[in-house]
């Protein structure tokens, strides 16, 4: 396949493929996205095919306006109502029970479907002009890192999907908050930058953390291997001192038998960087060849510290060591 490779300029033509069951990648504020109608199954199947993601693993649906939930969801709830007008458009993907004209594919089978109204200029005006809502994962192969370049998406996708648009780096560099609105009290499913303390606030009662529960996935990243470099990678966690000690007595160990290693270690509080950055980092160390990344724990008392974490806990394998 000949992929495209449009600028903004290119965003109506980019609508017109996708209308035609084309596949476009396209730049939100948190990743790159992998676009399909979402209610043509034939293209949402091409999409699983483009990543080599399993068909059980469930897609979000993006829409240009709130009002276009209805379009999706059979039931939107008063509690559903306060998020979206709290947090849309932004960060935060609500799960909903879905309705019959939902394609299953994009549900991975479930009755239920996750609804999103992104925060970026060309992500709106690229739905807006396909006048579909869009099923789209995020930009890569599946498994790997998450996109927040064009350049990314490229090395991953040219050739698999006709169109890509060039667009800004990704303002805050990891998935959207996914939180389950279908069960009482409501559960996230994946931590984001909209934390559960933000949550909560709004809704004026308590959330359930269920991020990292091990049943059917209910949302993208909860099952199988996610957000992995290629290099083997290792998570170090821990007092602060104890933990930039062992990355250089790991580090240099590795080293004396031959490994080029790499280390990543943000700074101790600087939480919105370390979203922002952590999957360029992950990709950049790839491309410098390392053998072996050596990671630094970030607090999980913050709740963006906490999502960067369930990320890189993935990225790693949960291959932890504790100091």
Request: with cysteine; hydrophobic share 45%.
């Amino acid at each position: 396949m000949k992929t495209k490779i449009v600028n903004t300029e290119g965003i109506l033509e980019a609508a017109e493929t996708l209308k035609s069951g084309g596949l476009v990648a396209f730049p939100t504020e948190t990743v790159y996205g992998i676009g399909a109608d979402a209610f043509n199954e034939e293209a949402v199947g091409r999409v699983y095919e483009a990543k080599g993601r399993p068909s059980d693993n469930p897609m979000i649906v993006h829409i240009a306006r709130a009002s276009d939930i209805g379009l999706l969801a059979r039931e939107i709830t008063s509690d559903v109502v306060k998020l979206a007008d709290a947090f849309w458009p932004g960060p935060l993907t609500m799960v909903l029970p879905k309705r019959a004209e939902v394609p299953s594919r994009v549900t991975g089978g479930l009755d239920t479907v996750g609804v999103r109204l992104p925060d970026s200029d060309i992500a709106l005006a690229f739905i807006r002009f396909a006048e579909t809502p869009v099923a789209a994962p995020s930009a890569n192969l599946s498994g790997r890192p998450s996109p927040t370049t064009s350049r990314h998406v490229i090395e991953d996708l040219d050739g698999k999907v006709d169109m890509i648009i060039i667009g800004p780096d990704c303002r805050i560099g990891i998935e959207s908050t996914v939180i389950d609105m279908t069960v009482d009290p409501p559960q996230i499913l994946r931590p984001g930058v909209v934390t559960i303390d933000a949550i909560e606030a709004v809704l004026e009662k308590p959330v359930i953390n269920a991020a990292d529960k091990d049943d059917a996935p209910r949302a993208p990243g909860m099952k199988y291997r996610h957000y992995a470099p290629d290099a083997e990678m290792i998570v170090i966690q821990g007092n602060r001192e104890r933990v930039k000690s062992e990355i250089i007595r790991v580090k240099e160990l590795n080293e004396r038998i031959g490994l080029n290693v790499g280390v990543l270690l943000f700074e101790e509080k600087d939480f919105i960087t370390a979203a922002h950055d952590f999957y360029a980092e992950l990709r950049a160390l790839d491309e410098s060849g390392v053998d072996m990344i050596i990671a630094g724990a970030l607090p999980e008392t913050d709740g963006i510290g906490f999502a960067v974490m369930n990320r890189m806990l993935k990225a790693a394998g949960y291959n932890v060591a504790k100091v």
